[in-house]
Structures are given as structure tokens and as C-alpha cells.
């Protein structure tokens, strides 16, 4: 998240930013978005990100439009990526 935050701002470092996140395993990136949403972010925040994340899943559809019906699409979604760590309830990462 350093390196990304240290090329974040600059117009002249946008494109070595895309290519570390390009350069990210699945895994690796859902991990990053994980931590980044589980630490103390502001609720104005959160909601961006919810916008955000709302937007490009009506835009280009996602395994969340496939599984509409799943009670549980984060299981599935950390299923299908191989993901293992979960949020526990003080928004820390853990290790199963």
C-alpha cells in the first residue's frame, strides 16, 4: 500500500501506479482492498468506496450480479479468488 500511496497525487507517476496494480495477483490485490476498507477510514469514506464499488458493478457486472441470490457473496467471492483471510470484528485481518 506504500508504494501505491508514494505514486498516488502525481499525474506523471499514474502510469507506474497502474502497472504495480496490474502487476498484483488477484489474491494480492483483494487482500490490499480488504485492509484498506477494514482500518479506520472516515464514513464519508466509506460511502465513496460503496459508490464506487456499487457503480462499476452496475456498469460491468460482477460475481456479486451472478450470485444475487447467495446469502453470503463475500464466501463466495474469497472462494473463487483462493482468498483466506477474513475481517474479524474489530476490522483486523486473520489468518484461518
Known sequence: MQA???LTGNSD????????????SDQDLVKLVIQVVS???PRDGLEE???RI??????GGTILD??????????EIE?????TDTVNNEGELDNP
Open 39 to 41: 482500518q479506520n477510514f
Open 54 to 59: 456499487t457503480d462499476i458493478i452496475k456498469r
Open 13 to 24: 507517476l499514474e502510469q507506474a501506479r497502474n502497472m504495480l496494480l496490474r502487476s498484483m
Open 79 to 83: 472462494r473463487q479468488t483462493n482468498h
Open 66 to 75: 451472478q450470485h444475487a441470490g447467495n446469502a453470503d457473496p463475500v464466501n
Open 4 to 6: 501505491l500511496l508514494a
Open 49 to 51: 468506496i460503496a459508490l
